[in-house]
């Protein structure tokens, strides 16, 4: 149908005496319009990266150097201390013509531009260089909530002062601080201390001379090798982390790797699944466009320290390409299209007409078109993305031997270079508070779907259900799940607070008819790759139907409690889930959980390792019938503040695991063997856990609109015998969790876990309160 669109607007008859072509004014208007976004877009893009590139300066400041330099020259005052005369020395060797045309006056003049100009830069670098030294400071971190010394509020001063005015998306990724490399010494006695509560006596002796040989015979090697490469490369973690841990593993991605985000929980603004899709595109375009343009406001902790926005430079317009060995992350820019999955059949919609994005109105209709479409799926259609759901190696082998030519390329080619992918599924889901189970259903529908209805190596697939939810499922590599959080707090708020629906529950806006209908993607999917689609759909199946899903609402209490009790919310969560694990498995275990590191430039992610020696003792107290809760508070208030210490640690790049992860890599190119490092990175995390933020933005008042509040999003195990736990702080009075074990592990259960999980935190706060804070009154804590 597009095609045939196209040909009514371009025509050309062949006559005896040459060709004769004619254009309809429709497409010319289209092109020029088309032609008029691109060069205003490209005009856009070069006035921020000039507005970023001279950050925290701005371009009108050289105005003012030029200016102060030229009236020098009237005032015969020389603030360059004669090296504007170095200047006036080249001028004199150019032609002969030149140098008659200028005179002495005008010399000096450019002899006055060009120092201006190099004092300039030289200002910019010292006023960046000067902020770099200023955010390498993090004793703000470590003082006490609440409390700020007087050294530290000088310090945001200077902070606020060198950081400009009105700073875009990138305009301190210069400024960051490098990662730094913390010593063999500190990162060892950390990890032998972290270990300590999980080895029995002979087991922790062992590894105290594992540490100690490493130490004294190879460790120095690895670490100079290391320091190099963090003055060299502008993060010595980032690019190795994602290689190996990402690119290189093997294993389905499906479960293992992606994870999911979820819709609002209370609040779904139409029950139109097109409608719904039609706005909640739009503003994933909206959000690209700013993105592209850098327009987005720096994240920044206490509203100045600025995080590191790299990771967003690649959520859009971005495919996992399946390798042999490896993978690799494809990014592309300027992507018009996406692809659309609809019951087996692949669709690929044009976002823009006449220069513009299409209005959501028009997407409504595209995609309800899609809904309407009763063809079937062509063979090996239906199963296709069953491919990136299964293992690596497969998939890129059959890339190779049946996508790379013919029709079957271009299909493949539109659906990777698309700016995302989009789902229409066709089975409802979301949460519904009569239904117990029905955030376990959501969350495996956006975890794996049917195994084949995402396409698991975009960045991120949207997926619309019938009754109007939605939600996504995202590739890890790229970026890690505060990047998603803050575009999906963008495109909900826009959603429901600007964009809107009609009383009948469309999109707002007149509807378009004229628009070229989507059009199918061609398949010619022989019967042996058809043999390998349902490999990989089988295997990605068993995958899926071995997870043990529960999420739970947990109203009782929430941050705001906590935080009376004069205790970090995280470390509070972090204890009540070591006290769960010990009564779900009887015995501590290796913890799992993730804290960012995007206060250093290309910073990602540090581990904190949570079941430490303090939290021990406070679990074994609180199952210690002859504990008095004054010592069990005691031991609590202990345990959470090294947990903090732990966090903070990590944050400021003074973290145990992505130190040593390097160390074994640079043993792995050196060819050096390390029985040490090998026994760390082999050890298993039988309990991950990761808190997921909300309110990044703030663009929504949940006080005011309490029910405009997001379920937050989860991951699969980590480990076969092991639970993986995403939690989420919803404002004052709200966490949600997210668990996941398998179902082939006798030893777990994730329902199970639930319940104890909601035990522990109802004891731990007892400790403070003899009664149970219910339906979200006032609390106090004694």
């Known amino acids: 149908m597009a095609e045939a669109h196209q040909a009514v607007g371009f025509q050309f008859t062949v006559r005896p005496d040459g060709v004769d072509f004619k254009l309809s004014q429709e497409v010319i208007k289209n092109i020029y319009l088309s032609g008029v976004t691109a060069w205003k877009k490209k005009a856009i893009q070069f006035k921020n990266g000039v507005l970023a590139g001279v950050y925290p300066a701005s371009p009108s400041s050289w105005l003012i150097v030029v200016i102060a330099m030229m009236s020098s020259l009237y005032i015969h005052i020389d603030p360059s201390l004669g090296m504007m005369d170095y200047f006036t020395g080249p001028l004199d060797f150019t032609g002969q013509a030149i140098r008659d045309c200028m005179s002495v006056q005008t010399r000096a003049v450019l002899s006055a531009i060009l120092f201006a100009t190099g004092l300039w ?3 910019i670098y010292l006023l960046r260089y000067t902020l770099k030294a200023l955010l390498s400071y993090h004793g703000w971190i470590f003082e006490s909530h609440g409390k700020m010394s007087t050294s530290t509020k000088v310090w945001l001063c200077l902070v606020k002062m060198f950081s400009g005015r009105r700073p875009l998306l990138y305009s301190f990724q210069a400024s960051l601080p490098r990662l730094p490399v913390p010593s063999v010494d500190d990162t060892i006695h950390r990890y032998l201390e972290s270990v300590r509560p999980l080895l029995d006596n002979e087991q922790y002796n062992k590894m105290e001379l594992l540490a100690s040989d490493f130490k004294e015979n190879k460790a120095a090697q690895l670490q100079r090798c290391l320091i190099l490469k963090s003055w060299w490369a502008t993060n010595y973690v980032s690019d190795w982390w994602e290689e190996y841990i990402y690119l290189r593993g093997r294993s389905p991605i499906m479960v293992n790797s992606n994870f999911y985000i979820m819709d609002l929980l209370y609040v779904t603004p139409t029950h139109r699944q097109a409608a719904r899709a039609g706005n909640v595109v739009h503003a994933m375009l909206q959000y690209r466009r700013k993105l592209e343009r850098g327009e987005l406001a720096p994240l920044r902790a206490l509203g100045t320290v600025p995080m590191c926005s790299t990771q967003m430079e690649r959520m859009f317009n971005t495919t996992r390409i399946p390798g042999i060995e490896t993978d690799f992350v494809q990014h592309l820019t300027d992507r018009k299209h996406l692809v659309v999955f609809h019951k087996g059949r692949f669709f690929q ?6 220069g513009r994005h299409l209005l959501p109105s028009e997407l409504e209709t595209q995609f309800q078109r899609i809904l309407n479409d009763t063809s079937e799926p062509q063979p090996g259609e239906l199963k296709l993305a069953a491919l990136t759901a299964g293992y690596r190696i497969p998939w890129a082998q059959a890339r190779i031997k049946y996508f790379s030519q013919g029709i079957n390329k271009v299909s493949l080619d539109a659906i990777e270079s698309a700016a995302f992918f989009l789902t229409l599924d066709d089975e409802p889901q979301g949460y519904d508070p009569a239904k117990s189970n029905s955030l376990d259903s959501y969350a495996k529908s956006l975890l794996h779907g049917k195994c084949y209805d995402r396409w698991f190596d ?12 939605m939600g996504v499922n995202v590739e890890h590599s790229w970026a890690d799940a505060p990047i998603v959080g803050h575009m999906w707090e963008y495109i909900l708020a826009t959603d429901c607070f600007h964009l809107g629906y009609t009383e009948e529950g469309h999109c707002k806006g007149d509807v378009n008819k004229n628009l070229p209908h989507p059009t199918r993607l061609q398949w010619q999917i022989p019967n042996e790759c058809q043999n390998v689609i349902e490999t990989s759909y089988l295997s990605a199946k068993q995958i899926a139907d071995d997870v043990d899903f529960h999420g739970y609402l947990f109203a009782e209490f929430g941050k705001g409690l906590i935080k009376k009790c004069r205790t970090s919310p995280d ?14 498995q009887r015995v501590f275990c290796l913890t799992y959980e993730s804290s960012m590191t995007r206060m250093f430039r290309d910073g990602r992610t540090e581990t904190v390792r949570s079941c430490t020696s303090e939290a021990v003792a406070f679990v074994r107290a609180m199952e210690d019938a002859g504990a008095t809760n004054a010592q069990r508070l005691a031991l609590f208030r202990k345990a959470a503040e090294k947990h903090q210490n732990m966090y903070r640690l990590a944050m400021t790049g003074s973290g145990i695991d992505r130190h040593l992860f390097c160390l074994y890599i640079v043993s792995k190119y050196l060819g050096v063997d390390s029985p040490f490092l090998t026994k760390v990175l082999s050890e298993p995390w039988k309990l991950s856990t990761s808190q997921t933020p909300q309110q990044q933005l703030n663009l929504v008042d949940i006080n005011k609109f309490p029910k ?6 989860g991951f699969g195990p980590v480990a076969d015998d092991g639970y993986g736990v995403s939690y989420i702080i919803v404002g004052e009075n709200l966490i949600t969790f997210h668990i996941s074990s398998k179902f082939s592990s006798p030893d777990t259960d994730s329902y199970r876990f639930g319940q104890h999980i909601r035990k522990a935190m109802l004891d731990i706060q007892a400790l403070f309160n003899k009664e149970p804070i219910l339906n979200h009154n006032k609390a106090f804590c004694y």
């Open 571 to 584: 470390a509070f969560i972090q204890l009540a889930l070591q006290l769960a694990q010990f009564r779900d």
């Open 121 to 123: 830069l030289f200002l």
């Open 349 to 354: 919609v044009w976002l823009y007409t006449g």
């Open 708 to 713: 405009y509040v997001g379920g937050g999003g």
């Open 458 to 469: 975009k960045s991120f697939t949207l997926i619309s259900y019938p009754n109007g939810k």
